[in-house]
């Protein structure tokens, strides 16, 4: 599964970007569009989620494909006890699909991003650095190899 990270976005509670993170070479085709798309699934799992009282599910799993193209892309997504929202889009590959390894890829996304925020020094361009931006990468490749 290495390599089949493509896209990575991090939404505020009120549906606002806070990271727009894309890892392939080919950007003629904007994922930002696929992900806000996202959001309306998202929504509805959330609803489904306090219908059921299972508010310690983060992981919401498999969103939905993303047929452009270049290519097939599934979404994932992943839900914050503070309403952020995180959502990766990955290369599809139907024979290697791991919902343990995905999971974890999210996991280890939020406390990335809870790591960064929680620095006293935080600046929002923090998301945006080259180290974030690599250790970001390093998780996914360390998480997805196959």
Do not use: C
Request: hydrophobic share 40%.
């Amino acid at each position: 599964m290495e390599g089949l990270l493509v896209f990575v976005a991090v939404i505020s509670k009120d549906n606002k970007p806070i990271i727009l993170q894309e890892f392939r070479s080919n950007t003629d085709i904007t994922m930002h569009f696929v992900v806000y798309s996202s959001l309306d699934i998202i929504e509805r799992k959330i609803v489904e989620i306090r219908d059921s009282n299972e508010m310690t599910k983060n992981y919401l799993g498999y969103l939905g494909p993303a047929l452009l193209g270049e290519g097939d892309y599934a979404l994932y997504g992943w839900l914050s006890f503070t309403g952020v929202k995180f959502v990766a889009v990955l290369k599809e590959n139907y024979e290697q699909r791991n919902d343990e390894k995905i999971k974890s890829l999210m996991q280890k996304l939020e406390q990335l991003y809870i790591k960064t925020i929680s620095n006293p020094f935080h600046d929002p361009s923090d998301f945006t650095s080259v180290k974030f931006i690599d250790k970001l990468q390093k998780k996914a490749k360390r998480i997805l190899k196959a």
